[in-house]
């Protein structure tokens, strides 16, 4: 089942050309490491239908578990459309947190409503270090949260981004890892053989590979 929707919300992001090669500018993550792939979810909004794909997968993972959150928040800007659909799907209070308080308005790092004492699940598009994840974890922590579940559709399976949220005291569900799209890619055809070589040696060693080229 686990595996069955991970491939289906791959084959989902592939059709919809959210996966991409750019071997001559390279992706430049936040935490620094240079990449020759690129996840991109925002474009998921502009194709319902795939979309909906995502936030069912979301809905049927957290079946289970609906007892473990009060409300659901997402990171401003990429994270905020996900979580405020699955909300309202799932008919739970929504709220997003922002990368930084405005020098405006109310000066406020989470907007929507009060999350004093509330258990709540953050939503995430794409987690690579997890450094922007585990921001929005302490902003909603800092202003009374609990927060010790993140959901995202898809991430790359760094260790360093696992280590960091197990020392956070979060657990991290993926819909998708990064590892399964490329096989459900190389089954699609949908890269050559040499990039699908280019971005196996990339994956083994994100940092390295940054280092080297």
């Known amino acids: 089942m686990i595996r069955k929707t991970s491939e289906r919300v791959a084959n989902t992001l592939l059709s919809i050309g959210a996966i991409g090669v750019s071997t001559e500018n390279l992706i430049t993550f936040k935490s620094g490491i240079k990449s020759p792939v690129y996840i991109d979810n925002r474009i998921l909004p502009f194709h319902p239908e795939h979309w909906r794909v995502v936030i069912v997968a979301m809905q049927e993972l957290l079946d289970t578990q609906q007892d473990a959150f009060d409300v659901i928040a997402g990171i401003e800007t990429a994270g905020i459309p996900h979580s405020a659909a699955l909300s309202y799907t799932m008919r739970r209070p929504s709220v997003f947190v922002r990368k930084a308080i405005k020098d405006h308005g109310r000066s406020q790092r989470i907007e929507g409503g009060s999350v004093v004492g509330k258990r709540v699940l953050l939503i995430e598009d794409q987690v ?24 995202t559709i898809t991430s790359y399976g760094f260790r360093e981004a696992l280590d960091a949220f197990t020392d956070a005291g979060v657990r991290l569900h993926t819909l998708t890892h990064f590892s399964v799209i490329l096989e459900v890619a190389e089954q699609m055809n949908y890269f050559e053989r040499s990039q699908i070589e280019m971005i196996r040696d990339w994956l083994g060693d994100p940092r ?6």
């Open 128 to 151: 690579t270090t997890g450094g922007s994840s585990l921001a929005g974890v302490a902003a909603l922590r800092e202003n009374g949260a609990i927060v010790e579940d993140c959901l």
């Open 208 to 213: 390295g590979w940054s280092e080297r080229h």
